[in-house]
């Protein structure tokens, strides 16, 4: 398993226990990032993750299951203190495979998944609309655990979940939630995972790009290289889009890029659990 950034290695340390335990591979990505999610580790995941420019955090997450490419997906969702078990709960119960804000909020609540009191949100809100709160993403300051997982019997599953950019305007979605730019994961040939700014990661559907490189032959650190290169040779921001990617074939090789800054992520294997960190890319 892989996960992203230094709590990656609590993340897929949570996940191998799962596992362990006789846990399903979708429990394994599941309990990693709840970990992740109940500690807001860094501030920028979970309920206590930095607040949108409102002052209130709305939360993303999104999981997928390679075997019948399951998926399920919540966006924006206030007061739910496992936005991962929400998505799980959308992947696992319901007919569609994204909810957003309140909706997601009621499905969750529904399925029990944990939530806390939005009332203090209302009146943060209601400082917003008065004006008495700026917005600006401050493009720092923010992280997301994504974790994938290569099971025993070769199948793979991936799940991701953020607090989303600090200072995001209220309604604002990342990439995190959006299968495909956050997390994509495909059975035949490898899952891949995101963060850093979804705004340079979801204009170019960023895992699925990952994914597809895999696809054409790629070794996963070339794969998410490549990525890399490809948007910075389209955007006019060059390589200065703060984006990393995470990979994982279906061999169980791995891979991780980043566009303008080393990036630490955590890759487990039976033999153990390290954190590794890659240079950024060398501009072409
Ligand atoms: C977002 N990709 O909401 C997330 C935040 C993140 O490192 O990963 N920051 O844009």
Do not use: A, Q, T
């Given at each position: 398993m892989i996960a992203t950034w230094p709590f990656g290695k609590i993340a897929n340390e949570h996940a191998f226990e799962k596992l362990r335990a006789g846990g399903s591979r979708v429990d394994a990505v599941e309990s990693g990032i709840r970990e992740i999610e109940r500690r807001s580790s860094d501030g920028?995941?979970?309920?206590?993750g930095r607040p949108n420019a409102a002052g209130y955090p709305q939360l993303d997450a999104c999981i997928m299951d390679g075997p019948g490419q399951r998926a399920g997906s919540v966006a924006?969702?206030?007061?739910?203190?496992?936005p991962i078990s929400a998505a799980r709960a959308v992947m696992d119960h319901?007919?569609?495979v994204m909810l957003v804000g309140e909706g997601a909020r009621w499905f969750a609540l529904e399925h029990g998944v944990e939530s806390i009191d939005t009332e203090p949100y209302d009146a943060l809100k209601a400082k917003w609309v008065a004006g008495e709160r700026s917005s600006d993403i401050?493009?720092?300051?923010h992280d997301t655990v994504a974790l994938l997982v290569l099971d025993a019997d070769g199948e793979l599953a991936g799940g991701c979940s953020t607090s989303g950019a600090g200072g995001k305007l209220p309604g604002r979605v990342g990439d995190s939630p959006i299968l495909g730019s956050g997390l994509y994961v495909d059975n035949e040939v490898g899952a891949a995972g995101a963060t850093g700014l979804g705004e340079n990661i979801m204009r170019y559907c960023g895992s699925f790009l990952v994914v597809e490189y895999m696809r054409q032959g790629m070794h996963p650190q070339a794969a998410c290289e490549e990525a890399v290169h490809r948007i910075a040779r389209l955007d006019p921001k060059g390589y200065e889009l703060s984006i990393c990617f995470i990979a994982l074939d279906k061999q169980g090789r791995w891979g991780a890029a980043a566009s303008n800054q080393r990036f630490p992520f955590a890759v487990a294997t039976a033999a153990g659990n390290e954190i590794v960190r890659v240079p950024r890319v060398q501009p072409r």
């Open positions: 920028s995941v979970g309920i206590e924006g969702v206030e007061g739910i203190v496992h319901c007919r569609h401050d493009g720092r300051g």
